[in-house]
């Protein structure tokens, strides 16, 4: 009898033992795959943080890039109003707020001259006065204006030379009035409420109705 429960202990304490062993193999295999989880994620992490810096780094790359583009559009306005002015020299007159002398204004039906006679403000609102020169010995009879007026371009500033363009206001405006020949004409245009800068640049051009020949 002692010898049967001797064999009966001897039995559970080895598979007692055995399933010691099992564990610590199963222990020791989940810690082999949580070392290599563990290296996997430091490999992922080293690989993030270099797309991190190639994403920065292409960024600031394509920053500098636009910045550039945009700096040479903005250049290329420049250049191109230039020329722009110098193939229609007198297509029309440009002033500034203070302008002093004579224009040249080519109109389709021939030339005039132009000064910038004042620009009187009340409560803000603006008025803008010219001369307008008739060289001929013949009247011209009605006229249209075209205006374009707003702040004055700066080649350094933050606005490109398209979009400032695009801020100049436009006036159209037509008149039934005479110019009389050989002399000096005054004429007036009322530009709105307007903020002083708004009236640094104004730009002048003219279509003619009719021109009066004496018989």
């Known amino acids: 009898m002692s010898i049967l429960i001797l064999g009966v202990?001897?039995?559970?304490?080895?598979?007692?033992?055995?399933?010691?062993v099992h564990g610590q193999k199963i222990i020791k295999k989940q810690q082999g795959e949580i070392t290599?989880?563990?290296?996997?994620?430091?490999?992922?992490?080293?690989?993030?943080?270099?797309i991190q810096q190639e994403l920065k780094s292409q960024r600031i790359n394509s920053e500098h890039r636009f910045a550039t583009v945009n700096s040479s559009l903005n250049l290329l306005g420049t250049k191109y109003a230039v020329l722009n002015s110098a193939v229609n020299k007198y297509k029309k007159c440009i002033f500034h707020y203070n302008s002093k002398g004579v224009q040249r204004l080519d109109t389709d039906l021939g030339s005039l001259f132009v000064t910038l006679n004042g620009i009187t403000a009340h409560h803000n609102h603006y008025v803008l006065s010219l001369n307008i020169g008739n060289p001929y010995m013949s009247e011209i009879s009605g006229f249209t204006l075209l205006l374009k007026y707003g702040k004055a371009y700066n080649p350094s500033g933050s606005d490109s030379y398209h979009g400032w363009l695009k801020s100049l206001k436009t006036i159209n405006k037509s008149f039934k009035k005479k110019l009389k020949p050989g002399q000096w004409n005054e004429i007036t245009v009322s530009l709105g409420k307007l903020q002083p800068d708004e009236v640094k640049y104004i730009t002048v051009e003219m279509m003619l109705d009719n021109i009066i020949l004496k018989e």
């Open 9 to 20: 202990l001897l039995l559970s304490g080895y598979y007692m033992f055995m399933q010691l």
């Open 36 to 50: 290599s989880l563990n290296v996997k994620i430091r490999s992922m992490g080293v690989q993030l943080a270099g």
